[in-house]
Nanobody, 117 residues
Framework: QVQLVESGGGLVQAGGSLRLSCAASRSIIFNVMHWYRQPPGNERELVTT???????NYADSVKGRFTISRENAKNTVYLQMNSLKPEDTAVYSC????????????WGQGTQVTVSS
């Protein structure tokens, strides 16, 4: 069992940056961590993944703009989002599991990111 709490969302103008954090209630050193997002009126989609060993993968729509990282000593995963676009507007949620190809069991409550044009 692990509780995940996201923070760092907000309103930003197009071209701006935000850094999201996902703080876990216990060590996540062995977990695969994902960031998902759900745009308004759309289904949830995978944004990026980081494995326990630090390998990363990104959706084509965010490659070159977003960076996922993990700080195991702080039980925290980050999502640095640069060059934000209005289409990045969504609720961003952190997810923890043990697979790099499917969502894990544990979800955070989500944080809203709104990008204005």
């Amino acid at each position: 069992q692990v509780q995940l709490v996201e923070s760092g969302g907000g309103l930003v103008q197009a071209g701006g940056s935000l850094r999201l954090s996902c703080a876990a209630s216990r060590s996540i050193i062995f977990n695969v961590m994902h960031w998902y997002r759900q745009p308004p009126g759309n289904e949830r989609e995978l944004v990026t993944t980081i494995t326990a060993g630090g390998l990363t993968n990104y959706a084509d729509s965010v490659k070159g703009r977003f960076t996922i990282s993990r700080e195991n000593a702080k039980n925290t995963v980050y999502l640095q989002m640069n060059s934000l676009k209005p289409e990045d507007t969504a609720v961003y949620s952190c997810n923890a599991g043990y697979s790099s190809i499917r969502a894990g069991t544990w979800w955070g409550q989500g944080t809203q990111v709104t990008v204005s044009s």
